[in-house]
């Protein structure tokens, strides 16, 4: 592990951060009028009072980036203008985009250079969760802050009190707390990716969380770091998860009580404020054995309470209008995770990669043979192998898919996913209707491990 939480050595001693508030967060809403999008340098204060600003790279300025929300049925309209020092792009994590607006270089789109625009317009097919980063030299940047949230309102959403967001990023700070260099290190990318040392709730060190006994909670969960999986408690009370990567689902109770969320998930959650006025209790993070942390605290005001009892409402979301994947007819192949320290490193690794591959497969520089081929309509079952040591998030563009089954066992919600989690030696099957005709990514969402070789393409052909 490279570093140790410097959240803590950074804060030691510092009195000041208690009660730092979350930064203004100020929805950019709207059918019809383009929302313009800039991504450039800013200088924020990620770590908060008595701490030197950080040099970031912000979409609108800010970290994370403007919420944007739309209405199911909506047409999003965003006009992207390229403020960086490099090229970029911006892809729509999660959403169901026509192939042109799904902004992967060399594959979807020509970069967007320094000084340049894109006019990015597509319909939101489904309500849920999602987000928007760069994929385009995206681990460093994402790590300078580029990602913000894609909120695409139900038509009839569930009755709740408050609707609350925390994008999760994670920071590898320096003591003056500028961004750590040491990009591509192979140190990273051979192991468990670029892990921060201080994590951030929308922008900021966040030490507390007013909440009102009896309210009833959505929180809208985004993991938005390079490498870092969390899992999260909410100590004292109940959450159930209602989506999953912004697919509804039933609710149930996270297994463990843990709500796991890695690179690139997200989980939608209701919680019941089932404490008493003046009560404080903590979230704490503990994916990683000895490292576990609380991310923060929810504090309970002294008013009394809203309600006696837990609202008495549904808590379900109508389903999304997702493809059912037809079984009987499907197209199977299995995707093998190979690679990283300790196992089968690609042929013809270099010091600076590939360290990684998909069945034997590894890009090199921009050309990437599809991985797998299928024609418009057809539905896939995939299975992930994971052969190697470590934890990947796979990410499949494009096309939303049900889990089936987990190290061989059905799963018991089937749920739908655009990113599933594997650990070492893991298996996962996967299965979806390739929808849309074109060149679709399928990679890790540890970024360190995307850029050297765990990323392939799949071919839709019309
Ligand atoms: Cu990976």
């Known amino acids: ?104 270089p060399h594959l979807s789109q020509t970069e967007v250079p320094s000084g340049g625009r894109f006019a990015y317009e597509f319909a939101l097919k489904d309500a849920g969760t999602f987000w928007y980063h760069p994929h385009s030299n995206s681990g460093v940047q994402l790590a300078h802050g580029l990602s913000g949230a894609f909120i695409v309102e139900e038509r009839e959403p569930i009755r709740v009190d408050r609707d609350l ?41 966040l030490d507390e969380v007013p909440v009102r006994a009896g309210e009833r909670v959505r929180l809208r969960l985004i993991n938005t770091a390079n490498a870092r999986v969390f899992a999260l408690e909410f100590k004292g009370h109940d959450p159930q998860v209602i989506a999953l990567d912004g697919q509804p689902m039933p609710p149930h109770a996270p297994k463990g009580g843990k709500v796991i969320l890695a690179p690139g998930q997200r989980a939608d959650l209701v919680l019941d404020m089932a404490g008493k006025p003046g009560e404080r209790f903590d979230v704490v993070d503990g994916f990683y054995p000895r490292m576990a942390y609380r991310l923060t605290r929810l504090t309970y005001g002294t008013e009394a309470p809203l309600r006696e009892s837990p609202l008495d409402a549904p808590i379900a979301l109508a389903p999304n209008p997702l493809p059912e994947p037809d079984l009987a007819n499907a197209v199977r192949q299995d995707v093998i995770l190979d690679g990283g320290m300790h196992g089968a490193m690609p042929k013809g690794a270099g010091p600076r990669g590939p360290f990684w591959a998909l069945n034997g497969q590894a890009p ?42 987990h190290n061989g066992e059905p799963t018991p919600h089937r749920e739908w996913r655009d990113t599933v ?42």
């Open 165 to 205: 967001l925390w994008v999760l990023g994670d920071w590898r700070l320096t003591k003056e707390a500028e961004i750590a260099g040491g990009f591509g290190h192979p140190m990273d990318s051979t192991h468990a990716g670029r892990i921060g040392n201080t994590v951030t709730v929308n922008g900021a060190i």
């Open 421 to 462: 989690l594997l650990g070492p030696e893991e298996t996962a099957e996967i299965a979806f209707v390739a929808e849309e005709a074109g060149d679709w990514m399928l990679h890790c969402h540890i970024l360190e491990h995307q850029e050297t070789g765990m990323m392939a393409v799949l071919k839709v052909t019309a």
């Open 1 to 104: 592990m490279p570093i140790r939480l410097s959240r803590r050595t950074l804060l030691t001693g510092s009195a000041a951060i208690a009660g730092a508030a979350m930064l203004p967060r100020v929805p950019l809403a709207g059918e019809g009028k383009a929302i313009d999008l800039t991504a450039g340098p800013a200088r924020l204060p990620l770590v908060g009072k008595g701490h030197p600003e950080t040099l970031v790279w912000a979409y609108n300025g800010r970290v994370p980036g403007p919420e944007l929300r739309f209405r199911q049925g909506d047409t999003a309209r965003i006009a992207f203008a390229n403020g960086l020092p490099e090229v970029t792009t911006i892809h729509w994590h999660g959403l169901r985009v026509p192939n042109n607006m799904d902004g992967v």
């Open 364 to 405: 090199m520089g921009h050309h990437m043979e599809p991985l797998i081929t299928a024609k418009r309509g057809q539905t896939l079952v995939t299975t992930f192998v994971n052969e190697t040591g470590w934890w990947h998030p796979m990410h499949l563009h494009g096309f939303p898919f049900r889990v089936l089954k």
